[in-house]
Nanobody
């Protein structure tokens, strides 16, 4: 079992920045690919960003490329999502995800563990 706890969400104006954190506990964090997904009201949960177990590779959804940065600190069992130039359409609940079955996790079916989510609201 892996427990994931997100933090750092909140309300920000368009053009602003937020940094989300996801603290992991349980099984060896460094074995897992990590990712962030988000779900806006009335929409499907969608992929945002992912990172390999050692941080060597990352991958982003086109909608956030160049604005968001995913990183991890295996010594702290934490993965981060730095979000810059936020837009109202980034408003959603953001979920941290962990997976063992793929080097990167870009689809929900590859996720083994989910966090509880943190709300991000971007006002125009």
């Amino acid at each position: 079992q892996v427990q994931l706890v997100e933090s750092g969400g909140g309300l920000v104006q368009a053009g602003g920045s937020l940094r989300l954190s996801c603290a992991a506990s349980g099984r060896t964090f460094s074995n897992y690919a990590m990712g962030w997904f988000r779900q806006a009201p009335g929409k499907e949960r969608e992929f945002v960003a992912t990172i390999t177990w050692n941080g060597g590779s990352t991958y982003y959804a086109d909608s956030v490329k160049g604005r968001f940065t995913i990183s991890r600190d295996n010594a702290k069992n934490t993965v981060y999502l730095q979000m810059n130039s936020l837009k109202p359409e980034d408003t959603a609940v953001y979920y941290c995800a962990a997976g063992l079955r793929s080097p990167l996790i870009t689809i929900a079916t590859r996720v083994d563990y989910w966090g509880q989510g943190t709300q991000v609201t971007v006002s125009s």
